[in-house]
């Protein structure tokens, strides 16, 4: 299915791109509209709905902890996080997670933001995937990694209340499959650049998926390096 042949849906899927979805209002700027659509118009519903929900479990995330965020910056994070998935964004060579960062990257110097906030979202995506180090870091960051955390390991998930999780998957569905649909697509994004997962968790995507994948091991490289000792 073509992503760019959904402009037909009903009222209440609209509804559901704008507005205030479990209390936390979602970004309605120029900028966030255009992403919405930039992505909507290149990702599956899958992916989609999952960046949707990465937003909005990364601000609930930052509401119950009282942090000083830029809805917006975690917004352009979330939306852009998977991008590096789809074709249109993927490189030859490089992790998925840089490729999605880049996409962000150009996006949001072609709308003239400040630098750091460039480099804030930028550094979200590229660690997303990247356990143990986005939580220490500024919110934006931090909060990306949450709401993806939360909604493919279900990390966090008693912290937010039965009616948030209704809420929200209520406006931006998890398909019957989801999980073996995200794993899916990672791999289905990954497979023509093996030598990415190495070091990350996308290794064990190949591990499960590619039969004829070869996990790198660390200290087979470094017994193996060009230095005699």
């Not at 120029?30 to 919405?36: D, K, S």
């Not at 249109?88 to 996006?107: H, I, K, L, T, W």
């Not at 999980?179 to 791999?187: C, L, Q, Y």
């Amino acid at each position: 299915m073509r992503a760019g042949s959904r402009h037909g849906e009903a009222m209440e899927y609209e509804l559901a791109i704008r507005g205030e979805i479990a209390g936390i209002a979602v970004p309605d700027s120029a900028i966030a509209r255009a992403a919405t659509q930039l992505v909507r118009d290149t990702e599956d519903d899958l992916l989609y709905n999952h960046s949707r929900r990465v937003f909005l479990w990364g601000a609930l995330t930052g509401e119950r902890k009282s942090l000083k965020y830029d809805a917006e910056l975690l917004y352009l994070g979330a939306m852009f996080h998977d991008m590096g998935l789809t074709q249109a964004y993927a490189s030859p060579d490089m992790r998925f997670e840089v490729d999605g960062a880049n996409a962000a990257r150009d996006f949001m110097r072609s709308y003239g933001l400040a630098e750091r906030d460039v480099e804030d979202v930028w550094t979200a995506i590229a660690l997303h995937t990247t356990p143990g180090i986005p939580e220490h870091m500024r919110p934006t960051i931090a909060l990306v990694t949450a709401g993806v955390e939360m909604d493919v390991l279900g990390i966090a998930y008693h912290d937010f209340t039965h009616e948030q999780r209704d809420q929200v998957c209520a406006c931006h569905p998890r398909e019957a499959n989801f999980k073996e649909g995200i794993i899916a697509h990672f791999a289905e994004g990954i497979a023509a650049k093996p030598l990415t997962t190495f070091g990350n968790v996308k290794a064990d995507v190949l591990a499960l998926k590619d039969t004829n994948y070869v996990r790198q091991n660390f200290c087979a490289l470094i017994l193996g390096s060009t230095w005699p000792k």
